[in-house]
């Protein structure tokens, strides 16, 4: 009974900047990753960028210099900040727990939000 829940999308301007957020509820025995993931229309869906428990953590080539993850003060917490935002980032973002529950080590996912990056 797992439930992972992103926010923080929106429209805004190039160049701008978002914060995008995502938080685990539910019984979660222990964390071992967690990331952001993104799909534009007509392409599929690629990984932006992920952290592991120990802080490790790897980026799309295309973001790194731009886009930050770090973990929240709870374990299954993630953010993503976005700064100097191009309209190519235009996608749905979704978020990636890689978690060991009662029903074993698997992946969860949130459904989404929405980022459109203006001209």
């Known amino acids: 009974q797992v439930q992972v829940v992103e926010s923080g999308g929106g429209l805004v301007q190039a160049g701008g900047s978002l914060r995008l957020s995502c938080a685990a509820s539910?019984?979660?025995?222990?964390?071992?990753?967690m990331g952001w993931y993104r799909q534009a229309p007509g392409k599929q869906r690629e990984l932006v960028a992920d952290?592991?428990?120990?802080?490790?953590?790897n980026y799309l080539e295309s973001v790194k210099g731009r886009f930050t993850i770090s973990r929240g003060n709870a374990k299954s917490t993630v953010y993503l900040q976005m700064n100097s935002l191009k309209p190519e980032d235009t996608a749905v973002y979704s978020c990636r727990l890689y978690a060991r529950t009662w029903s074993g080590r698997r992946d969860y996912w949130g459904q989404g939000t929405q980022v459109t990056v203006s001209t």
């Open positions: 952290i592991t428990s120990g802080g490790i953590t």
């Open positions: 539910g019984i979660i025995l222990s964390v071992d990753n």
